[in-house]
């Protein structure tokens, strides 16, 4: 059967107010304390500012409210004033698109007109929504789609914290449910390395795991880096969240290709950085991302020489068959191959599901988001032809 993608129109679109002036400054992505500090900006006392800062919070993150006029714990006076001081903005939907299993990505466009792109993977009772923390990428992972753009710049906290506020909206979870939540989980996996833009994920996240307000746990939140080694200390201290490696190899000669990141980061090192994760233990185990590329990572020799690394690391591995996307160097193992492999890591005792595809007609699925407000030239098409005749021939024996 053809797959079928829907485009979703404004009608299926979470209303928003008109938008707003340029000089009325954002409060989505602040603190509490600098809320209540641009208050008194505006000319709150001190310290009636800090309970208003607690009253906008709640109408902000616990009922999504975007609207001055819906916050009727404040005086009418305060929201009418308010209204011509500050909005409560949303990412700009270009996009919208929803895949035939339930998949849906949405194209945002921020007020500096860049775009970045977010996923949201429903289950039956639950569902996570993939998070980007920049416009584009730095990393050029030789496997990823995200990887053939040129990183743009980094995402502020408020552009990471609308695009939960935006898949909320959409999925009409206001207020913030107590459970049953079909936006349950957060992984940051979308477009960039997270750890190269630490600050800005880390007060999003914050934000976002605050029990007064969006209230998803921090066991619930999971952070996926390429292996920017000293960072990861940093990660596991001051968020707490589960931590994903991006691998997808285990010889430094090939994850040096796949993965250039590995020149600067060798395996031995972040295999070390991984071993200290604070919190690690059998209940918490750090999760080893594995794409499978036909004949460059996917043999039983690679299979054992995982297990090998993975020796004293509560782990679980999880295998992705490589997702196509136009131009892609690689090709996919072959399910026998990946059933191998898989096998292999499970009766050494390490879980090794192979994740279902999610997406694809769409390209929404693991390593293909890349945005698509992106032109490609001559030259960039050139390029990228001269990348995939590179990796054809680099890979060592």
Same mark, same amino acid.
């Given at each position: 059967m053809t797959a079928i993608v829907a485009d979703i129109g404004v009608r299926d679109r979470?209303?928003?107010?008109?938008?707003?002036?340029?000089?009325?400054a954002e409060l989505l992505g602040l603190t509490r304390a600098e809320i209540a500090a641009a208050l008194v900006a505006a000319g709150e006392a001190e310290k009636p500012a800090k309970m208003r800062a607690s009253q906008l919070w709640h109408w902000i993150y616990y009922r999504g409210s975007r609207d001055f006029a819906e916050m009727t714990t404040l005086s009418k006076e305060l929201r009418e004033r308010l209204a011509t001081r500050f909005s409560i903005g949303r990412p700009v939907t270009s996009?919208?698109?929803?895949?035939t299993d339930g998949t849906r990505k949405w194209l945002l466009k921020f007020a500096d007109g860049e775009e970045a792109e977010c996923v949201h993977i429903p289950e039956d009772d639950r569902g996570a929504l993939c998070v980007s923390s920049q416009v584009g990428c730095t990393l050029t992972c030789r496997f990823c789609h995200t990887g053939t753009m040129k990183l743009v710049r980094n995402l502020d906290a408020a552009e990471i914290v609308g695009q939960v506020m935006l898949a909320r909206d959409h999925l009409d979870e206001w207020p913030s449910p107590p459970d049953g939540r079909m936006l349950s989980n957060i992984v940051m996996m979308g477009m960039g390395e997270p750890l190269y833009n630490f600050d800005s994920v880390a007060k999003a996240l914050k934000i976002v795991m605050d029990n007064e307000g969006i209230a998803i746990s921090k066991r619930r939140i999971t952070l996926s880096t390429a292996g920017v080694v000293p960072m990861i200390p940093r990660c596991g201290a001051e968020l707490g969240v589960n931590l994903a490696i991006s691998l997808h190899a285990v010889r430094d000669d090939i994850r040096d290709v796949i993965v250039p990141i590995n020149k600067k980061? *060798? =395996?031995?090192?972040?295999m070390a950085a991984c071993a200290a994760y604070p919190?690690?233990?059998?209940?918490?185990? =750090?999760?080893?991302?594995? $794409?499978?590329?036909?004949? $460059?990572n996917d043999s039983p020799a690679d299979a054992r020489e995982l297990v090998r690394l993975l020796k004293g690391v509560p782990a679980k591995v999880n295998l992705i068959p490589f997702n196509p996307w *136009?131009?892609?160097p690689y090709e996919c193992s072959s399910d026998e191959a990946i059933r191998k492999f898989?096998? =292999?890591?499970?009766?050494?005792g390490y879980s090794s599901p192979v994740r279902t595809p999610r997406g694809r007609d769409i390209m929404a699925a693991?390593?293909?988001?890349?945005?698509a407000s992106v032109k490609r030239s001559k030259a960039d098409i050139l390029r990228e032809q001269a990348a995939k005749d590179a990796a054809a021939v680099a890979l060592p024996a």
């Open positions: 979470a209303p928003r107010p008109a938008a707003a002036p340029d000089d009325r996009k919208d698109l929803k895949s980061y *060798p =395996i031995k090192e972040l919190g690690l233990s059998n209940a918490r185990r =750090i999760t080893f991302e594995y $794409v499978m590329l036909k004949g $460059v *136009p131009g892609a898989s096998d =292999i890591v499970f009766n050494a693991c390593g293909q988001l890349k945005s």
